[in-house]
Structures are given as structure tokens and as C-alpha cells.
């Protein structure tokens, strides 16, 4: 192996490596939240769909989601930050004046009726996506995510991940009192 090939193998990690890092500190420059997934139906119409209901209780289809602003919430009784989020979401529709709907996302009705009689059931009614599919409509990455839906049935806020105190503080509250007064 000639000098200059041993010098080239030192030297291209080192060069990888600065790019790498270049990379990475613009990214992080940027300002951009690298949780912020983006959302293609943001102010397009909530997707059609029509679910069956859970132990019994009426369903939820796309028709419960126009006439007032309304929250929908995406969660699985399997979903550990679903079970983090659901003390907040106890109170969520009374403290900000909606309905919250929910959606069983890719979860079993048994399974999903043990879940809401263990932790309290915040929502006006649930759904059961067991397949998926209305999620998928939607955008969902995974549960829990959780959408506002103005009162013309229009995506406004998707928000990923549970939610905080601070997210329904900054981000809901102010939004529904917005578009509560639209």
C-alpha cells in the first residue's frame, strides 16, 4: 500500500465525519422540531368513515365531527403513553367546552372497553379502528395523536405524542377559543 492510499484511508473518515456533523448542527440550527411530523390533511376535511362502537354504545362516523369544533383522540389500551395522557384527557372536554371523541386505533373492543372502565372514559363516544384504516386515513403515525376539528369537519391541529399540560395550555385551548369564535 503506497503512502498516499494509507494518508487517503486516514483522511475519509475524518472527512465523513465533519460532514456528518455539519449535517446534524444545521439541522439542530434550523429551529425545527424534529418530533413535528407533518400533516397533510391540516385544513382538509376529516376523512369519511363510519365505526362501531365499543361494549355496545353507539358508534362514531365522520358525521359526530361537523357543527362545532370538536377534539378527536387516537389511543389503544396497549399504548403505555395513551395511559400516560388519560388523567388530562379526564377533564379535557368539560375544561375547554367540547366534545372529545376517541378512536381505538388497531386495538380489540374487549380489550378497549377494559382500558376505559380502568382509567375513566373522557370521550362523548368510541370507535373501534381495528383495522386501522380510518387512522391511516387521518395521518396517524402511531398512538396517541390527537386532532381538532372545526366546526366545518376540517382538520385544524394534529398534535403527536401525549398530551401535556402545557400542550393543551399553548396549543388547544387557545385554538379552540379561536375557532369557537369563528
Known sequence: MTASMRRLLFVLPLFLF????GYFWL??????????????????????FSLAGIDGAAG???RQLGGGVVI???????????????????????????????????DKADDATEFLKQLGDPYKRVGLDESGRVGINFGVYGVPETYVVD???RIRLRHVGPLTEEDVTKELAPLVKELGRS
Open 60 to 62: 362514531l362516523s365522520r
Open 18 to 21: 465533519a460532514v456528518l456533523t
Open 151 to 153: 366546526k366545518e369537519g
Open 27 to 48: 439541522a439542530l440550527e434550523s429551529g425545527r422540531d424534529p418530533h413535528d411530523l407533518p400533516s397533510a390533511m391540516i385544513d382538509k376535511p376529516a376523512p369519511a
Open 72 to 106: 378527536v383522540n387516537f389511543f389503544a389500551s396497549w399504548c403505555i403513553p395513551c395511559r400516560l395522557e388519560h388523567p388530562l384527557l379526564m377533564d379535557l372536554g368539560k375544561r375547554l367546552d367540547v366534545p372529545v371523541y376517541g378512536i381505538a386505533w388497531q
